[in-house]
């Protein structure tokens, strides 16, 4: 071998080294990026793992703990899952036994159930089934169902799915809503009263009773504004008002408006608004109700004016009172004086027919004076000036037993404590003055008593003044309280201290009623109003 070839040999044996480790290097490379990308894979993969277990149990928590019931089923209706919602729903738990979908169908919704069924079949979904199921411990309930078909990659229906929401509550809320809703139609309808419904300033809505009072047709007055039938410079006076009410300033107003009828007429009427909030507290609407008061005006205003009038009359009778009493007495201090001066200059002369003739027209001048006197009393109870004050009628009673004159043997029993009471000292003095007078004029036994009580309930003091006198007949029960009117045996009586009696007991919202018998004693009985 000649040194040529030996030459050539070695350049190819170096070419070939150099091509050897160039390929050696290449796969070197190509590895370390296989090892990498294959390093890559694995971590995706472990990463989308991780990502799919992650999804699977937040799946499983929507699942679990959606509100509505969820079941999936197979072709042939038996249930493969249900979550906790559909087991308390329908009472079955799949894991301890088997569930078919036909077995939950109500019998008279079961046509319906199939035709949902093949729209399911032929659609691949249903919304809005509304149907009738048996449950195991809830018995019949109503159901809202939305439903989907499951297919696999080529298409193919394996099984069903559908969210089951129980409507039954919401339907007898609804019908018991829409119940109340026809009453309360037919009560507004049917109501006296006239009510409309305001939005934005408009009339949105009104009964039949209002477009009597009003005079429009329905379809006249929708859409009308309230100030357009109010009378303008009422409405001015109340119009502030009724703009807060507007506004949501406030949400109830009562006054009384006049409105103005199609015809022109006007009326009067009583009208309370009240304002109707959504949830976000916002103003909707405001609803009225008015009544006519008319007629009620009308009858109050002569009320007034007959009061008015009554007042004066009392006024000129209290006056004429006074002046006849101031009169009379005067020439029967005269007449007294008079007779007394005959009686004691002609006492000598005089026989005792004429004696006792002196001494009745005394009596009859005397009897005469205390008539005067019970006429100023009895005027003057309206007169005199009212000065409303707590007052004690044990310390009343007190004060009248030292002021009045009691013989010994006569006995008050007071049985137990009486009320502190708001009114008029002077009247309550006139009131048991009387009562207690009376008692010991007219007893007619060596051992007189009076027994005052009281009681007392919600509204009113009751009082009992009972004696042992002579009793009075029941024919004079309802006329010893008028004035001047006595029992035929009370000679000595003016016949005005039991209508003062009355007259300061009705003042006080009470009533006062007498039990007696003859021999069985007088009870008089009688209220006092609490204030």
Known sequence: ?????????????????????????????????????????????????????????????????????YVMMDYRGNVMEMNKAAVELFGYDIDNESLNVTSLIYKHD??????????LVREGAFSNYKARVYTKNQGVRTVHINA????????????????????????????????????????????????????NQRIINCNNAFLDQIGYSKSEILNVSPKDIS?????EES????????????????????????????????????????????????VAIIEDITSELTHEKKQNELLKKLELSNKELN?????????????????????????????????????????????????????????LKYSSIDNQKIEEKEIDLNKLVSDIVEMIFIPDSYCIDIQNTLPKIKGDRYRFQQLLQNLIGNAIKYNDKDNGKLIIRCNENEEYWNFSFKDNGPGIPENYHQKIFEIFQTVETSDDSTG???????????????TIEVLSAPGQGTEFIFTIKKV
Request: glycine share 4%; aromatic share 6%; charged share 30%.
């Open 496 to 510: 005005v201290g039991l209508s003062i009696v009355k007259k300061v007991v009705n003042m006080y919202g009470g």
């Open 1 to 69: 071998m000649d040194e040529v070839t030996i030459e050539i040999l070695q350049r190819a044996l170096h070419r070939e080294k150099a091509a050897r480790k160039q390929a050696e290097q290449i796969l070197e490379k190509k590895s370390k990026e296989l090892y990498l990308l294959t390093e890559e894979l694995r971590n995706a993969n472990l990463l989308l793992e991780e990502l799919v277990d992650k999804k699977e149990l937040e799946l499983k928590g929507v699942f679990d703990n959606l509100v509505d019931a």
């Open 231 to 235: 009378d303008s410079e009422e409405y």
């Open 110 to 119: 079961y046509l319906y159930a199939m035709k949902s069924f093949e729209t």
């Open 319 to 375: 006056d004429f009172a006074h002046v006849v009493s101031h009169d009379l007495k005067s020439p029967l201090r005269s007449m007294n004086a008079l007779l007394n001066w005959m009686k004691e200059d002609y006492a000598e002369v005089l026989d005792q027919s004429a004696q006792d003739s002196f001494n009745s027209l005394l009596g009859k001048v005397e009897k005469m004076d205390n008539l005067i006197n019970g006429i």
């Open 148 to 199: 989907s078909t499951i297919k696999d990659k080529s298409g193919k229906i394996i099984a069903a799915q559908g969210i089951v929401r129980d409507i039954t509550d919401e339907i007898i809320q609804r019908n018991r809503f829409e119940e109340q809703k026809k009453q309360l139609s037919i009560i507004v309808e049917n109501s006296p009263l006239g009510i409309i419904l305001v939005e």
């Open 239 to 286: 119009e502030k008002d009724i703009l807060e009410l507007f506004s949501g300033v406030r949400d109830q107003l009562s006054l009384k408006k006049k409105y103005i009828k199609k015809n022109g007429d006007s009326f009067w009427a009583r009208t309370n608004l009240s304002s109707i909030k959504d949830l976000e507290g916002n103003v909707r609407y405001q």
